[in-house]
T-cell receptor
């Protein structure tokens, strides 16, 4: 069954604005990861947050994790047109399952 | 240098045909995967191999058969293609650790007509 569900499904903002995407999941996890997919390309890993972490930063990215609510958010600050892409959360379920489970993604459009 | 490379990138074929997609990674990872992405961008794992051993085999028709000749290669063979097999197939690899950070290939766009 699908683990991650993302909200919103689509987001359109102006360059310079912040973009926030949310992800909810169902089972206990070892970590949660965010990936980016440009149109017609493969997914690229952005950032990983472990189950014992609450917040993590990487450049203009800020990820939060609330394990009590089984949710995460990805904030992209000062967005650029080049940030236009689909963003996916993926969870590594607890236990050595050997797989990531992906959500359906949020499509972000940043208008110049 | 491409880390995870898969061929072909585009494949258009008729129903009933058999086709293969090849994948190679030069990252030295122990684990390789096949994922399928449908038209709604939903990404679902199909298979995973660790050091040539099949460790994940999700509910996939047995027309799909993965083969791993060595830990750097994982090929996908599909028999008797159906219209519903049209999708993007991603090969990927990761180190065998608890974090499973995945490195994806660029995808193979399969269209069955």
């Amino acid at each position: 069954s699908q683990q991650g569900e993302e909200d919103p499904q689509a987001l359109s903002i102006q360059e310079g604005e912040n973009a926030t995407m949310n992800c909810s999941y169902k089972t206990s996890i070892n970590n949660l990861q965010w990936y980016r997919q440009n149109s017609g390309r493969g997914l690229v890993h952005l950032i990983l947050i472990r189950s014992n972490e609450r917040e993590k930063h990487s450049g203009r990215l800020r990820v939060t994790l609330d394990t009590s609510k089984k949710s995460s958010s990805l904030l992209i600050t000062a967005s650029r047109a080049a940030d236009t892409a689909s963003y996916f959360c993926a969870t590594a379920p607890s236990g050595n399952t050997g797989k990531l489970i992906f959500g359906q993604g949020t499509t972000l459009q940043v208008k110049p | 240098d491409t880390a995870v490379s898969q061929t072909p990138k585009y494949l258009v074929t008729q129903m009933g045909n058999d086709k293969s997609i090849k994948c190679e990674q030069n990252l030295g990872h122990d684990t390789m995967y096949w994922y399928k992405q449908d038209s709604k961008k939903f990404l679902k794992i199909m298979f995973s191999y660790n050091n040539k051993e099949l460790i994940i085999n999700e509910t996939v028709p047995n027309r799909f058969s993965p083969k791993s000749p060595d830990k750097a290669h994982l090929n996908l063979h599909i028999n008797s293609l159906e219209l519903g097999d049209s999708a993007v197939y991603f090969c990927a690899s990761s180190p065998w650790d608890r974090e499973y950070t995945i490195y994806f290939g660029e995808g193979s766009w399969l269209t069955v007509v």
